[in-house]
């Protein structure tokens, strides 16, 4: 016997052949009930969608391109966010292209993709401006400060979420939190900076901030942490912006001879394993990658096939995880 068509799976699902295809495709108006049948009648043919032909029939490429930051494999937060678009693509029947950085597409070529999605672009990247110059859909995780508007957006209020953050070390105590903020010049970088500065100027604190590039090298985060803590004795209480840097602070802390949790409270503006395994374990806020990458892949989506209006802007709550860091 030949492979079983979509014309034999909404035979023997006793629908029509489009009904059969949205239903397996997950498109259109079809009821739970004959989605349930559709799929079993697929089920037991051994029927699987031919993406090739479909791709033909649709003049889609059947993938969507990711660019993230070069520092992906540093951060536990990146790699999540391109296991969440990944899971969501699989869930379409979409593959996943990886655009890295140096690909930058030249005049006349265009990835081969449907859309992007770009996961915490800086209008200074040249890959972001010429990916948002494709005229391909762009959703982008965090807000883009270039020239271009992009065709949706997914993102947090970090900065809100670092007020509550700053509130509780202001609670449990600390006079005068100090900042390690990231180099990158991204929406997510710069409304945690603008939001410490405003939060110390109305209490009369004088903001401490030391810049600390993505990725930078333990041993070195540890001389600088160090050397910033000696610099400025009156410091009570260190947020750190990046993914990863409050655990790698936690020996130049305690070789300024501060005990953090008692003396010396410390908290990063990303959570991850480093900080839930830390001794003590440190209070963050959970960024939520993986999660963030699914919306950010199922907004694409939506776009793409026109369920959405161009223009749509979500938010995506988060969570403040209070630690043995703080107190808590």
Same mark, same amino acid.
């Given at each position: #016997?030949? @492979?079983?068509?979509?014309?034999?799976?909404?035979?023997?699902? =006793?629908?029509? /052949?489009?009904?059969?295809?949205?239903? %397996? !495709? =997950?498109?259109? !108006?079809? @009821?739970?009930a004959t989605r349930v049948a559709v799929a079993e009648a697929a089920a037991s043919l051994g029927y699987t969608i031919n993406r090739s032909a479909r791709s033909l029939r649709t003049a889609t490429t059947g993938a969507i391109g990711l660019y993230v930051p070069q520092v992906i494999f540093r951060s536990e937060y990146y790699l999540s966010f391109v296991y969440g678009v990944a899971n969501e693509a699989a869930k379409a029947e979409y593959d996943v292209t990886l655009i890295m950085s140096g690909q930058l597409p030249s005049h006349g070529h265009l990835p081969n993709v449907d859309g992007i999605v770009l996961c915490d672009p800086v209008a200074s990247?040249?890959? *972001?401006?010429? %990916? #948002?110059?494709?005229? %391909?859909?762009?959703?982008?995780? &965090?807000?883009?400060? =270039?020239?271009?508007?992009?065709?949706?957006?997914?993102?947090?209020d970090h900065a809100a979420y670092l007020e509550q953050l700053l509130d509780e070390l202001a609670g449990a105590d600390a006079r005068h939190p100090a900042m390690l903020a990231s180099t990158t010049v991204s929406d997510w970088s710069i409304s945690?900076?603008? /939001?410490?500065?405003?939060?110390?100027?109305?209490?009369?604190?004088?903001p401490v901030i030391r810049e600390v590039p993505f990725g930078t090298d333990p041993a070195a985060l540890q001389d600088t942490t160090l050397q910033f803590l000696q610099e400025n004795p009156t410091v009570d209480a260190l947020v750190c912006a990046a993914d990863g840097v409050a655990a790698a602070a936690i020996p130049a802390i305690r070789l300024h001879g501060r005990t953090i949790g008692e003396d010396f409270l410390l908290a990063s503006c990303v959570d991850g394993t480093s900080m839930?395994?830390?001794?003590?374990?440190?209070?963050?806020?959970?960024? /939520?990658?993986?999660?963030?990458? @699914?919306?950010?892949? !199922?907004? %694409?989506? &939506?776009?793409?096939? =026109?369920?959405?209006?161009?223009?749509? *802007? !979500? &938010? #995506?709550?988060? &969570?403040?995880?209070?630690?043995? @860091?703080?107190?808590?």
């Open positions: #016997m030949g @492979s079983a068509t979509i014309v034999d799976v909404a035979r023997a699902a =006793g629908v029509s /052949k489009t009904t059969a295809s949205d239903a %397996l !495709r =997950g498109h259109g !108006r079809v @009821s739970e990247d040249p890959v *972001v401006r010429g %990916l #948002m110059a494709t005229g %391909l859909a762009v959703v982008t995780c &965090e807000r883009y400060n =270039g020239d271009r508007v992009p065709n949706g957006v997914i993102w947090s945690l900076v603008q /939001k410490y500065r405003s939060w110390c100027l109305a209490r009369g604190i004088e839930r395994i830390a001794d003590p374990a440190i209070t963050a806020i959970d960024t /939520k990658g993986g999660e963030a990458g @699914s919306e950010c892949a !199922r907004l %694409l989506f &939506e776009l793409l096939d =026109g369920s959405t209006p161009e223009g749509t *802007v !979500r &938010e #995506m709550p988060l &969570e403040l995880n209070q630690r043995a @860091s703080t107190g808590a």
